[in-house]
């Protein structure tokens, strides 16, 4: 899908509702950008056949065709630059990268974690969420940094929990704000006010708290 904005590559591991929500903005005219590719680990990722129909160009480099961590990582970051992304985004991408790879798109390559942030890193958020008793969960767009859902906070996203929350109930309450806010946070970086420097994300040039928007 082209515009004459900034180009982007998505990276999938699985149904790719984020990447769903990424072209129905753009469609919108809410991001103006070119999504020049979607790469997944996976060739049966459901939300491969997203790309497809909206004319984006997909591949699949499979993680388990490579004997290393760092081979994967190579071959990926070739063919991302293949397309010359000005911004990586990682929707639902289920891979931990390395620091090589991590460092070579620093302040251009964000990531979205379904928690509220630094609370419930890695898997089975919304089942830890209800298991601790919070109160409240969401989700995180973040910079990536070699930290694992460690980076700086771009925008959070927040939901009530329920009383009688499933896993499933919590999730899905939350993948909505998911699709709302991370078209938002790129949609930042595409009209050049978004920006990570020395650490610290900056918004329209003034540093951002890490704290989020009321879901």
């Not at 070579?104 to 601790?132: C, D, Q, W």
């Amino acid at each position: 899908m082209t515009g004459a904005g900034k180009r982007l590559v998505v990276l999938i591991s699985g149904r790719g509702s984020n990447l769903q929500a990424i072209i129905e903005a753009n469609r919108q005219g809410r991001l103006r950008a070119d999504l020049a590719a979607v790469i997944s680990n996976n060739s049966g990722a459901a939300g491969l056949r997203y790309a497809r129909d909206a004319g984006i160009p997909a591949e699949v480099i499979d993680h388990r065709a490579f004997s290393t961590r760092e081979a994967f990582d190579d071959a990926l970051q070739q063919a991302i630059d293949r397309h010359r992304p000005d911004l990586v985004v990682l929707a639902g991408f289920m891979r931990i990268l390395g620091r090589r790879f991590i460092d070579h798109y620093v302040g251009r390559m964000i990531n979205i974690h379904p928690s509220l942030l630094p609370r419930f890193t890695g898997l089975n958020t919304h089942r830890r969420a209800i298991e601790a008793g919070a109160r409240e969960h969401g989700a995180t767009v973040h910079f990536v940094t070699h930290d694992v859902d460690g980076g700086p906070h771009i925008i959070q996203a927040r939901v009530p929990v329920l009383p009688d929350d499933t896993p499933e109930s919590l999730a899905q309450r939350v993948l909505e704000q998911e699709h709302r806010i991370f078209p938002l946070a790129i949609s930042w970086f595409c009209q050049n006010r978004l920006s990570l420097h020395n650490g610290k994300v900056l918004l329209d040039r003034a540093i951002r708290p890490e704290q989020g928007l009321s879901g």
